[in-house]
């Protein structure tokens, strides 16, 4: 179960409160993202509890097919690290999949977040979600979090989701972007949140010159290719 430091170190009252953070040597809900690299392209990293939700979506690299949530044991020891579940807590194939589901209903929500129309199938598989995770309202002392009631698996997703919803309230989530390539998701520190690849040196710029080559194309005609080479003719 998540404990009532852990529960503000992934709401962010641990910033709000005189309360101290967790200890070394104790799981937090941002495991070792604290001492996380640069993203691609020199990006930082989403800030405070948001990165909970970034590096959820980004165990699943769709470039390279790596997948860090492989099974139902990764599942585990991902969660467990971020201090979000039991490191001997049972997880099946079940709660794999509704893993898997949650992943890709974020990373959609990010698409839509970079100007990609709303699938109305990622609001209904994240209200399903939320609903198993039994989340709701709690008050505690003088202010009050969006927490899950079910333990587990789907707890912990819970508590994923509740990450999310806060930043929607405090605006933040809006520059948590999926980029329109690659599917990576960034934050988008920009001020007026213009940023839509995850790198210009990688993606923006091959989507530029695959842009230009199909300009190219189109103003040659479809016919360009079988006309060959364009002679000329009169006297030298």
Sequence with gaps: MVNDHQRKRITGD??????????????????????HSMEPGGREPAPGPLRLVQSFINTRDLQTGRDA?????????????????????????????????????????????????????????????????????????????????????????GWILSVAIVSMIEGSWYRLKACRRCRWVFYDHSKNRSGTWCSMITCGNRIKADAYRRRRREARGPHAALRGPVLATGSP
């Design 14 to 35: 641990a910033h709000r409160s005189n309360d101290s953070p967790v200890t070394a040597g104790t799981s937090t809900l941002l495991g070792d993202q604290e001492g």
């Design 69 to 157: 949530l492989s099974g139902p044991d990764a599942l585990r020891e991902w969660l467990a690290g971020q201090g979000l579940l039991r490191s001997d807590e049972h997880v099946g194939a079940a709660q794999l999949r509704r893993a898997w589901q949650l992943r890709e209903a974020l990373r959609a929500a990010m698409l839509t977040n970079n100007g990609e129309p709303e699938d109305p199938r990622t609001v209904d598989t994240l209200n399903e979600l939320a609903a198993r995770a039994r989340l709701g309202v709690r008050f505690h002392g003088d202010h009050g979090d969006i927490e899950p009631s079910s333990s587990g698996v789907d707890g912990a997703m």
